[in-house]
């Protein structure tokens, strides 16, 4: 058996006297343990490892651990023995000058923990905090998943700072999950699109009936192109949608680990970079993906905010709770489309790219070019459109980039530039 090490009580006043970022102590327990007793206060100045030898190395934490360096956590446990039903330990992860990680072969189940100053990076998968997280930092997911049990509306004290889960199903979703139990109440989930030093996209969440006694949201938010690719983990369509139409952002609200789903309520906020220039922001509505029929349907229940740029889904129920969301607007109001993908594979079917108009242009130009820029193909009839050969012989498969420029019935000209896949 390791022997554990009693930390005795050091003066915060000398402690902040004490320049952060400036030594580079560092701390590794192999086996045994550490006691951080109560009004405690242990500070590293650099990295604090946990390793396994004869036995776990452990902390019991009842005071402070003030960290400036990565916390890794290399044991076959969670670090933190001694977790009371109300947690008194804090990690505090203050460092200003230097990014912070999470980090090691098993998730950290901490009690409580503080994020302020510089970028805070999740590297363990699962790590879970059972009292409060104080954040006055960015947090980044980076595709992870982080898990508060605390099942208050106040567990989660946002300062400042955001955090940051704007990976995408291919590379891999950052999330946060919230275990809110039978809780009624409002959650809020400050996520940040990293476009600015602000929450700017926060989730704002609402159980209005209490759902079954274990159970907990899984939150995450991420964009997409103008094609709303890549789809969430299960989804390969937008239809009957249009993707021209559709916010370029998904949300992911999982309330799948209930037995029996929570009534719900919540508010999905989008930057503007999101909105493509042609969709009409006061004909927005929310839309889900039915996993029963594996489409795409609209949610009859909201409230628009366009100016606020926010959706207010409302009285969402266990039936209809599905978990991946998006935006759409009525198609009607959109006067020129473009598809994003063609086959000319000679089976009569979606075999040339041109875009869909409800109008007859005064003029029009259409040009596609390759990856190297090279013009393979130019038309001035909007009825004629480009069947993916280019010299006579089958263009490549791949992704090609258009131009049009047309003169709309009322005399304005428009441009528009984007891209068409070819798939056989």
């Not at 493509?276 to 229940?301: C, F, G, H, V």
Request: charged residues 20%.
């Amino acid at each position: 058996m390791g022997k554990y090490i009693k930390i005795l009580v050091v003066f915060l006043c000398a402690v902040l006297t004490i320049p952060l970022n400036l030594l580079s102590q560092s701390v590794v327990i192999k086996g045994g343990g550490v006691v951080v007793q109560p009004a405690t206060f242990w500070v590293i100045q650099g990295d604090l490892t946990v390793k396994d030898e004869l036995s776990d190395g452990k902390i019991s934490l009842d005071g402070t651990v003030l960290l400036s360096g990565d916390i890794t956590n290399d044991t076959q446990d969670s670090i933190f023995k001694n977790q009371e039903t109300v947690p008194d330990g804090w990690v505090i992860m203050p460092n200003t000058a230097a990014v912070q990680r999470i980090k090691g072969i098993t998730p950290i189940a901490f009690e409580n923990i503080s994020f302020s100053g510089s970028d805070k990076i999740l590297e363990n998968n699962n790590t879970s905090v059972n009292g409060i997280i104080r954040l006055n930092a960015i947090f980044q997911l980076n595709r992870r998943k982080l898990i508060l049990n605390n099942k208050s509306c106040s567990a989660l004290e946002h300062y400042g700072g955001y955090l940051f889960a704007e990976t995408n199903s291919v590379e891999g979703i950052g999330s946060f999950q919230w275990n809110i139990s039978n809780n009624i109440g409002t959650f809020r989930i400050p996520f940040g699109s990293g476009q600015s030093d602000t929450s700017d996209i926060p989730l704002s969440y609402q159980s209005t009936s209490a759902g079954s006694n274990a159970g907990g949201i899984v939150f995450s938010t991420y964009p997409t192109d103008n094609a709303n690719t890549p789809y969430p983990e299960e989804v390969n369509t937008m239809a009957p949608y249009i993707p021209l139409l559709t916010v370029n952002r998904f949300w992911l609200i999982d309330a799948n680990s209930y037995a029996q789903k929570p009534v719900s309520s919540f508010i999905l906020r989008y930057t503007n970079s999101d909105v493509e220039s042609n969709i009409a922001k006061d004909r927005l509505k929310p839309t889900k993906y039915r996993m029963s029929d594996m489409q795409w349907s609209e949610y009859s229940i909201f409230d628009n905010n366009d100016l606020n740029n926010s959706m207010s889904v409302l009285n969402v129920n266990g039936i209809s709770f599905d978990k991946n969301w998006t935006i759409t607007s009525d198609n009607e109001l959109v006067d020129v489309f473009f598809p994003n993908a063609f086959t000319p594979d000679l089976n009569g079917i979606n075999e040339t790219f041109k875009p869909v108009m409800n109008f007859l242009p005064k003029t029009f130009v259409m040009y596609i070019y390759d990856r190297w820029g090279n013009l393979v193909f130019v038309t001035k009839n909007p009825e004629t459109g480009w069947d993916g050969r280019y010299l006579g012989a089958e263009s490549q498969i791949g992704t090609y980039s258009w131009k049009v420029i047309l003169e709309k019935p009322d005399g304005k000209e428009y441009q528009y530039v984007g891209h068409i896949s070819i798939i056989k």
